[in-house]
């Protein structure tokens, strides 16, 4: 089982949609954090641990993460997905645009 963490600014539209459609993907776990102090679930040093892999929305979040925790990256894969912040929670586009960035890291279905 791979345990995946999806990455934004505040956890409301972009990353909750990833965890919300990967979640159903055949041998992976899903969750998902903001980088914000005001995000729906603040990103902790467990939620990196817990991770084997971690995918950013845009590269200053990808910034932001190595600065706030260098020391929980060590071994990671942080994989930015230069997702812009303009599409709703759901979004169609945003969905497509997910499945095609992020399938290819994750088990073959």
């Not at 949609?17 to 993907?25: D, G, V």
């Not at 706030?68 to 759901?90: G, H, Q, T």
């Amino acid at each position: 089982m791979k345990n995946v963490l999806f990455i934004c600014s505040q956890n409301r539209l972009r990353s909750p949609t990833a965890e919300n459609i990967f979640s159903r993907w055949p041998g992976v776990q899903t969750n998902s954090a903001g980088l914000e102090k005001t995000a729906e679930t603040f990103l902790t040093p467990e939620l990196i641990e817990w991770a084997d892999i971690i995918f950013v929305m845009e590269k200053v979040h990808k910034k932001k993460l190595s600065k706030k925790f260098p020391s929980c990256l060590v071994s990671k894969r942080v994989i930015c997905l230069d997702i812009p912040d303009k599409y709703e929670y759901m979004d169609p586009t945003l969905i497509e645009l997910l499945r095609k960035k992020v399938s290819g890291f994750l088990p073959v279905r």
